[in-house]
């Protein structure tokens, strides 16, 4: 009999338990069968051979039972997926102009060029910190709203390109980044503060090159360049910089060249700053 008394099991397991329990109630009853027809018992030899004829079986019942077990299996697979897409779009559009750097699941890091995994536990917290509770809420709600949108279009085949290509994402994005050149202002103080909230937040190394590996100056650089990347080659073009202006003002361009102009600096040069606006 199924029984339902575990559903903080949740919808993957609590439906393979079901289907487990569903497979144990058939064999039962085709051993009750098997054993009623052998004078009302199997012995050990007995029993072996009615489990394998079991095992073997070809009816169109049990093929039946197959082939809907998976496809309930199926459902729930997609449904969970399509739940987990829902969840941390902010962090996977904040992460992914980053991902060319870092590596891929089981590949290594190559020092030098890329970053480790272990800075996105700092990186986000860093995030989290300069745009404050109520912002860091709007902006979470306006990606779960445009993943919403991009997946009821695309069904079962969403996929989180199609949230990256979205030129929305890229407008939420920009947002944010705009937000956050405005905390470096004392761009060296904000530098120092940034890496030591990603160094003192990264778990240990599993091997010895992770180990090894540090986030520096140049690590900053290369995680600030690669994050800017797209805003920065907008800001570059006369239509891109009219968008941005006619999105944030004249003042914002302004802040964002200088904080671009500071992201390439050598770090013994000091800026000198205009006086006024």
């Not at 007995?46 to 073997?56: C, G, I, P, S, T």
């Not at 590949?107 to 996105?120: A, D, E, Y």
């Not at 994402?169 to 947002?175: G, L, M």
């Not at 050149?181 to 530098?191: Q, T």
Request: charged letters at 30%; proline letters at 6%.
């Amino acid at each position: 009999m199924v029984n339902d008394d575990f559903p903080e099991l949740g919808p993957g397991p609590t439906r393979l338990k079901t289907l487990t329990e569903i497979a144990l109630d058939r064999i039962t009853e085709y051993l009750e069968r098997e054993a009623a027809a052998c004078g009302g018992s199997l012995d050990g030899p007995q029993l072996r051979d009615a489990v394998e004829r079991f095992r073997n079986s070809t009816e169109d019942d049990a093929q039946e039972f197959y082939r809907t077990g998976w496809n309930e299996c199926l459902s729930v697979i997609n449904e969970v997926r399509r739940e987990s897409s829902r969840r941390m779009p902010f962090e996977r559009l904040m992460v992914h102009p980053l991902a060319h750097l870092l590596p891929a699941a089981h590949q290594p890091l190559v020092p030098g060029k890329g970053l480790s995994r272990r800075i996105l536990p700092g990186y986000l917290s860093a995030l989290y910190q300069m745009l404050g509770p109520v912002l860091l809420d709007q902006y979470q709600n306006r990606c779960r709203e445009l993943v919403r949108i991009i997946q009821t279009a695309r069904g079962n085949d969403f996929e989180w390109n199609d949230v990256y290509d979205d030129p929305t994402s890229q407008v939420i994005v920009n947002d944010i980044l705009v937000h956050l050149s405005k905390h470096f202002s004392n761009f060296a103080k904000r530098r120092a503060w940034m890496m030591s909230v990603i160094v003192s937040q990264m778990p240990l190394g599993e091997d010895e090159i992770e180990r090894a590996w540090v986030f520096g100056d140049a690590e900053f650089s290369m995680l600030m360049e690669a994050l800017f990347r797209p805003l920065r080659s907008e800001l570059a073009s006369p239509d891109g910089r009219k968008r941005i202006e006619d999105r944030y003002g004249t003042i914002v361009c302004e802040i964002l060249e200088e904080f671009l102009e500071d992201l390439d600096r050598p770090l013994n040069v000091t800026p000198l700053r205009r006086l006024a606006p």
